[in-house]
């Protein structure tokens, strides 16, 4: 069996956009590869975390996970702080990797612009530069071949492959090089209060994302109040971003083609397609959001779920790790 791999920081809430993007394809990969779901809280540090509310989101993001339908019969769900080989592997491909190559990621200029207020950069701790390299370790230990992720860390996953192939040209064959998982259509929903802008846990408005946590009340009024372009026209165009990701999530929330929503709205306002538009997510997102507050509701069984997936992510990890010490040349 193929074995796929993903993870998402236990900041705050999840919301449609990492569903969409990244859960919602995860859990398909169940059924065909062997699927590693990890709670990314070392990721999550990278940003100062206040430590009573880092507790709380870890258990609610493994809640989260389980009320999208990762099944931990089938799924190996771990929080990554447990498994300490994460962070040593990390630290051998940081010998690996290159200053420049770090320095080219994007989401770190851009996350380092917004560190410590003015100081930016220099205010930005050292771990939020070498993040995508605690992220190509958290691959790479487990002979991951396809890692399934919104279209904002497709530069991660591409340099978790440039570091493969490195290691394993100046080491011998050791990992195997992964493959980003990209969905064609809901890669990167954008913001419902400004169509520029990626949808965002750390955004300041809460109208600007749907939490997979909102009610039906809350998703309707986010989506009455979503900003539309400028025009009358319900159709996607590159030049109207918002209008195209209401478009989207219609699309991805109903399974009906873009084309197909586009037709129905033909002559008719934006009032009438976001009326609709927000029955559809809410007949998305309900069923969700009621399984995940009865997984919340139950913290003894999330952290027993997260006890046997640990153990199981464990033995695999040490595996490996036995591998890359020989290789690297530190076991005598
Ligand atoms: P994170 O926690 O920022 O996001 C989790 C996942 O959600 C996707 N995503 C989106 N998809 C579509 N539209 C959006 N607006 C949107 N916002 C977020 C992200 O692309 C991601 O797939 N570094 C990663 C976590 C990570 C990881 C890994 C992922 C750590 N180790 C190993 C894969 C494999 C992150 O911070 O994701």
Redesign the pocket.
Known sequence: MKRS?????P?NFL?I??Y????QPAVALQSDTQLLM?I?DY?AITMPQDPKELRKNILSAAATYLGCGIDPAKTILFQ?SRIAEHMELAWILQCVAKMGEAERMTQYKDKAKKAEGAKGAEGASVGLFT?PI??AA??LLYDTEI???????KQ??ELARDLAIRFNRDFGETFVVPEPKIRAE?????ALDDGTK????SAPSAKSYIALTDDADTIRKKIMSAVTDSGTEIRTDRNRPAITNLLTIFSVATGRSIESIELAYVGKGYGDFKKDLAEAVVEYLGPIRGRILNFAADETELKRILAEGAEKAKGMAAFKMNKVRQRVGVTL
């Open positions: 791999l993903t993870g998402l920081q900041t919301h956009g990492n969409i993007g990244a859960v990890m990314v990721h990554q993040y605690l992220m958290d691959i890692v399934p992720v919104g279209e904002d860390q991660h996953v809901g890669a990167r929903i954008m990626k949808m965002s846990k």
